[in-house]
């Protein structure tokens, strides 16, 4: 994200972690963990998160799978494409380091090469909980800014 | 000059404001309660019921970016004109127990062409910015209104035409006379079936209208990636998102004043007897409630139940099926009157 | 002719049931795809090709089902690796053969003279040998490109590919 003053971006944040609205990129195995967190059991829209079908609406853009030289490219747009404040999640140990395919000459090793990521979520593929911690996280990060920001 | 004198005018100026608070916020409790029925029906427990607000709030605090190859003008009109349209339906309407604000200034007819504003609205919208999946969303949404206009205005020209019947001296277009007079108790058996259809394609239509499975054909979102609303961020969708809201108010109003103008204080008047305000709350909730189960019915059921249309069948539908039931209804109640008399 | 005519002259081995193999000369494969598929054999199921370095050439297979008599047949021929052209079967098995052909050119830098369009299929902004013959040496180029040796923990991975 750019660089804003600080209370305006706990303002934003503030109100952005209470509707997230989630645009998925998936390339490959990475994300079969993740369709039951739409569903029943797992639900996620208790707190708010839906997925839309395009970048223009979306905050948090989900990256999942190995990404490869072709699609990395692609991803690149995408992001632009996202108005601000937005994030980004690498899902999965292939965008973290190049998990299963290291040493491939086609995959990406590192997504945070390409684009800006905020959280990372471990895993080959990471489970359905997995998710829920990381976005609890995010919940506690932008609680303790607005802590921070009132206090001052 | 004392106070009483400028009553009208402070009128006049206040319940343009009222109506659009309450308007949008009801539209966006409504919103709530479909989210979290729709998500019990499919075994989930669904976001709380301040979740629209929670959207909004969020929407507004996104960038605006407008498309380089865009229209500037029509594109950042066109949400303000689709909540212009509607708030000005809603000052034509009468809401709950209170005459309309407009009433001796427009009458159905004028109501007919403002509700096709707001789908127009979108549409330019849909054209002005340069994508081409927003160009199908935008021919989408033209489609969607020639085609829920038709047996729209059959079913208006049907109540018209029994009301310049039955009473001669009333004006046959206007709001006032649908509410003081309603229509199940004038007709015979012939006509309560006709009536019957009437309602049932009456609700077909606002879930056209209202822009919900099955007819979501304009926003549809796996096949062209949020249609006509692709390229809008920021406080345009924002206000794209709270006009859908509105309009599910006045969509309910409109079948309200058509079909079920009732009020609870001519029921109870003869057994209690309190101070005209408490009337007036007791009749305002009655509406809200009414209000809530013509949305559960509409917008909840129908989406949950039923996947999307594809356009051609959108429009087989409208101007088969619907226009069909319609017209059988008119003839029906055109037999009640004239077989009766 | 039956398809057994045609192919009795080139010494088929017979795998198991239904599977047959069969080696034939270069310059008259075409002749034969093309009579063998007015035959029964509709179905191209697959081409992919074998990097011989040693001989130096390339072995193309083709796999052919027939719905009639069920029977795989798999049809196999030597080009040399230097010079890696052949005729495009994509007038007798149109689109199946294209896109097949498309990825082993891609993937392996053999021409097939004849076929529509060679674009490449997965590989963009590729500059070098085509990865799939034996002598590019993909552990070289992922170990150059993507691992830098000065970083502290980068530098395992150099040592980790001991030859």
Redesign the interface.
Known sequence: MVDMDKKVMARKMGRLIRSIWIFNWFNSCGVTELLPVVASIYDMERFGLIVVDNPKHADVLIVGGYQ???SI?RVIRIYNQMPEPKAVMALGSCTIT?GMY?????T??RLSDYIPVTIYVPGCPPRPEAVFQAVGMIFEHVNQLKKEVKGK | MSWENYMPYIYAIFAPFALALFGIIYGLVLKGFDRKLAAHMQWRVGPPLRQPFYDVLKLFEKENIVPKNAVPWIFNSAPIISMGALILALLYLPIGPFNPVLGNYGDLIVLLYILALPGLAMMLGGFSSSSPYSAVGAQREFIMILSYEFPLAIIIFTFAWKYSILYPNLKAFSLLTFVEHPLWQNVGILGFIGLLILLITMLVVTTGEVGRMPFDIADAGTEISGGALLEYTGKNLGLFYLADAVKIVVMGTLIITFFFPYNLSSLLLHYFSLPHYAWLTIDFLFYLLKLFIISFVVVTVMRVAFPRFRVDQVVKFYWGYATLASLIALSLIVLDTVGGV | MSWEEIIKDYNPTIQRERRIWVNIPKDKVYDILQNLKNEGFEHLSSLSVTDWIDEGKFEITYHLWSYKFKVLLTVKTKIDREEAKIKSIYPIYDRSAWIHEREMHELFGIEFIGNPDLSPL????WNEKP?FRKDFD??E??RSK??NKENEREKA?WEV?LK
């Open positions: 490869t030289e072709k490219k190049g290291w040493d491939s000459y086609n990406i090793k | 997965f590989l963009e902004d990865p993909w552990r180029y992922v993507y691992y991975y590919w």
